[in-house]
């Protein structure tokens, strides 16, 4: 099966405050969501707004999918080391 990405006018504007490269990355992972083979780093998500994540580095894009993968939102995830805790 075959799906159609369509992004949300929320995660476009996210993308565009990333820089040049991580976008390009994440346009491309996002690409590779099309055909369902590539779902290796996508994670199913219980009890959340949105319905699945795949991890991109240190992004995660957040998207749901019924017919078609609706790419919702996209988060930037800050490194944590001794310093967090």
């Not at 894009?61 to 996209?74: A, P, Q, R, W, Y």
Request: hydrophobic share 35%; aromatic share 10%.
């Amino acid at each position: 099966m075959s799906y159609v990405i369509k992004w949300k006018r929320k995660a476009v504007k996210q993308m565009l405050k990333f820089p040049v490269g991580d976008s390009a990355k994440i346009t491309a992972s996002v690409k590779d969501l099309e055909s369902e083979s590539n779902w290796g780093s996508v994670k199913s998500l219980k009890n959340h707004q949105y319905d699945y994540r795949l991890r991109i580095g240190r992004y995660r894009v957040l998207f749901n999918c019924l017919n078609d993968i609706e790419i919702l939102s996209i988060e930037e995830v800050k490194k944590r080391d001794e310093r967090t805790y």
